[in-house]
């Protein structure tokens, strides 16, 4: 099926997306805000705020987005599998059925990890259904890899998730070795800050996603909680 898309070429992918903030709308599994409805009033709001797209996660969610915003979104479908570590869109199911429900942008693991269907055929997928094709890389190897394939867009998405402990800030040496090579490098993963947005786009980020810091409100709610409790309490004033 190819479905006409309202940003069917590159030069208008780029004059929606270039230099704009995408919001990725994925409240935490089974949370209170892990609810269609809310997920699509977070898209709302985000478009309100200034973002330039959404990213969403699930196709029967993505069409309760897609009838409340313009921007184009990026559409994904997670997975815990027991065969492969590989999580973000791994089955063409999935990308048939995003496409279907209004992506305009599938993302997908592209990382050099055991996976139930090639890289290659995921992406002639996306290809088949008119959307364009976004790589969620974890390293300069996958992202170039990604690239050469034919990905569009090329993310530092699954950096510092593909073992070991996750750091604590964003990858900006890779954002800023993949700008150089590829022209449309979304920097995306622990982005927290309007400052970690301006160093992103420093490196050469064409777009930026955050996720956590805008949809995630348990987390950012734990951030300033324990912020609380980190410093020595100010002495109460004398009666
Ligand atoms: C590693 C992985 O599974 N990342 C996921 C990809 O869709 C999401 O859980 C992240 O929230 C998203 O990438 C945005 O990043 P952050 O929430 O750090 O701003």
Redesign the pocket.
């Known amino acids: 099926m190819t479905r006409r898309r309202a940003f069917d070429t590159l030069a208008a992918l780029d004059r929606q997306m270039a230099a704009r903030l995408v919001v ?1 709308c ?1 409240p935490i599994d089974d949370g209170p805000l892990d609810r269609h409805d809310i997920v699509a009033r977070f898209a709302m709001a985000a478009v309100v705020g200034g973002a330039g797209a959404i ?1 969403i ?1 699930g196709a029967e969610r993505l069409a309760a987005v897609r009838s409340q915003v313009n921007v184009p979104i990026i559409g ?1 479908v ?1 997975y815990d599998l027991d065969d492969s570590p590989v ?2 869109t791994p089955f063409i199911a999935d990308v048939d059925a995003l496409i279907a429900a209004g992506a305009d942008i599938v ?1 997908v693991d592209a990382t050099a990890r055991p996976r139930p269907v090639a890289l290659a055929d995921l992406l002639a997928a996306i290809r088949a259904g008119g959307a364009w094709a976004m790589a ?1 890389c974890s390293c300069e190897e996958d992202a170039l890899a990604a690239h050469a394939l034919g990905f569009d867009i090329i993310g530092t ?2 950096s510092g ?1 593909t073992g070991g402990a996750v750091p604590d800030a964003a990858d900006f040496d890779l954002i800023a070795a993949l700008a150089a090579q590829v022209p449309r490098v979304m920097a ?5 800050t309007p400052a970690d947005v301006v160093l992103a786009r420093a490196a050469g980020a064409w777009a930026v ?5 805008i949809t ?1 409100t348990e987390l950012v709610t734990q951030w300033f909680a324990a912020a609380m409790t980190a410093a020595p309490a100010h002495a109460s004033p004398a009666r």
């Open positions: 990725s994925q990213r996660e994904i997670k999580r973000i993302a969620d998405t699954l998730y995306e993963g622990r982005i927290h996603t955050v996720g956590t810091a995630r």
